[in-house]
């Protein structure tokens, strides 16, 4: 009782809807507060949360028909399945992966490079069926120089980084798809013009100091190219890429228009 | 097609389970309490949901149709409910209070935002007589004969002491509990002056544990 005598009359006018849960979330942080700072007092809550507590009780229950259990214990089951099969794949899974990640890591490649370049033909050249097929060729026969050149990569360090056009060509758009440790990368890009004689596409890595060309890209007649970078170094260390027009046989630095750059 | 023969054979283990905790249930003759369902529950026990539901689905669809008033959301509101216990057993702390205050809380909240969402209530009752509810209570075959009995005994022991309660303050706690209303509403839906509302819940909930205690109620 004396511990009752101590406490603050706001929160004493509280705590009955404190305990039916119908106090806003001012009020209630209020009470909590003032809980934590003074414990002695939940003793005397412990009488209005019991009979708070007891209310639903009071109502009538209605049985809920058998199809409602079913339901709810055929969604549980499907969910602990589903969690199952992730906490534990498959012993064969893992040793597959295991033996074989040079494999792995070239099937996953191929399937990122494929769905990029889909969803690129798919967006920009939905009427231009012909065209598609014909570049869908030519993107195959560089799948397997990827693959050629990038066989000991783990799956798990690829990183996908997002390309996006300048001003100077906002349409331009593309990703770049690289393993940071790795001293190549692939890059896939669309939006890009067909060029006039005598100019080319030059892509740029850029650190801090300065620029270095990663090569030489060529675009089709739908804008679109696709291109094995090479650095020299990591391309973790990189923090721009860019890409300029520059004269055919390319340039030591840029010195045409910059068509795309995005930070690393 | 692989998805349903994945919930067939879970469907399978959970049977199997359900046998296992009836065949341990009467061999100790004592039914698992709520906060050892619960930690089951917790660790991926569907035949340990499948106990809470048979012991709590009726008070629970219960309480969602006095709240909403439409039979076909209050079931959506049952659903969801034992789904978020299933879901989010983890994080119930047997240290902050029962399992059923807590599973109240889910349901009672998921009603509320049900009712406010679709507006499907035509206005919250100001009374506390049930009897207008809809009222089934064919028996399900697989509900353990015992915890039927406990529920109709606590559900009387209830409606005893509130019935003892004067209407007024019946009616604070009853708009406050189930309608999710604030002291400031309640007082503004009533008329009365916000002291008054003040008294009336804290008297109320005093007079019903008095009560309930009388009664030897265990909640």
């Not at chain 1, 849960?21 to 809550?45: C, F, K, N, T, W």
């Not at chain 1, 693959?147 to 990569?153: I, R, S, V």
């Not at chain 1, 906002?170 to 896939?188: H, W």
């Amino acid at each position: 009782m004396s511990s009752k005598a101590k406490m603050d009359p706001r929160i004493e006018e509280l705590l009955p809807f404190y305990t039916l849960d119908a106090l806003s979330d001012e009020e209630r942080g209020l009470v909590d507060s003032y809980l934590a700072e003074h414990p002695e007092v939940r003793g005397q809550i412990g009488d209005l949360q019991s009979a708070a507590d007891a209310l639903p009780f009071g109502v009538t229950p209605v049985e809920p028909q058998r199809r409602l259990k079913d339901a709810l214990m055929a969604r549980v089951a499907v969910d602990q399945r589903t969690s199952e099969q992730k906490q534990a794949p498959p012993p064969h899974e893992r040793r597959w992966a295991n033996l074989f990640p040079a494999f792995s890591f070239a099937i996953a490649t191929v399937a990122v490079v494929w769905a990029v370049i889909l969803n690129i033909q798919l967006s920009q050249l939905r009427n231009e069926v012909s065209a598609l097929g014909d570049a869908l060729v030519a993107q195959s026969n560089s799948l397997e120089q990827i693959n050629a050149k990038l066989p000991q990569t783990p799956v798990s360090a690829v990183v996908t980084i997002s390309l996006k056009g300048t001003e100077a060509r906002p349409e331009a758009q593309g990703e770049l798809i690289a393993d940071p440790k790795s001293e190549s990368a692939v890059m896939v890009i669309t939006g890009l013009g067909q060029l006039e004689a005598g100019k080319t596409y030059q892509v740029w890595l850029i650190d801090a100091g300065g620029p270095k060309s990663a090569g030489l890209l060529t675009v089709d007649a739908n804008g679109q190219g696709l291109l094995i970078v090479s650095s020299g170094s990591e391309i973790g260390s990189f923090n721009a890429l860019g890409i300029s027009i520059e004269p055919d046989g390319g340039s030591p630095q840029p010195t045409g228009d910059i068509v795309v750059l995005s930070d690393l | 097609m692989t998805q349903n023969k994945d919930a067939t054979d879970a469907l399978m283990r959970i049977n199997s389970e359900r046998k296992l905790l009836r065949s341990s249930k009467n061999k100790s003759a004592e039914p698992l309490n709520d906060e050892t369902l619960a930690a089951r529950v917790a660790r991926g026990d569907g035949a340990a949901l499948e106990a809470l539901y048979d012991r709590y689905a009726s008070t629970v669809l219960g309480v969602a149709l006095k709240v909403i008033g439409d039979q076909g959301v209050a079931e959506d509101v049952l659903q969801e409910t034992f789904w978020r216990v299933w879901r989010s057993a983890s994080t119930f702390q047997p240290q902050r209070g029962s399992f059923t205050s807590w599973l109240f809380r889910i349901v009672r909240n998921l009603a509320i935002d049900a009712y406010r969402r679709s507006n499907v209530r035509p206005q919250a009752k100001t009374g506390t007589d049930d009897s207008e509810s809809v009222l089934d209570q064919t028996p399900d075959p697989d509900a353990d004969v015992a915890e039927q009995a406990q529920a109709i005994l606590k559900n009387r022991q209830v409606r005893k002491a509130l019935a003892s309660l004067p209407q007024v303050q019946k009616q604070v706690i009853e708009l406050a509990y189930f309608y999710g209303m604030t002291r400031q509403e309640i007082a503004e839906a009533t008329g009365e002056a916000l002291g008054t509302i003040h008294t009336r819940a804290r008297l109320g909930l005093l007079k019903l544990r008095e009560e309930l205690e009388r009664d030897e109620f265990e909640g």
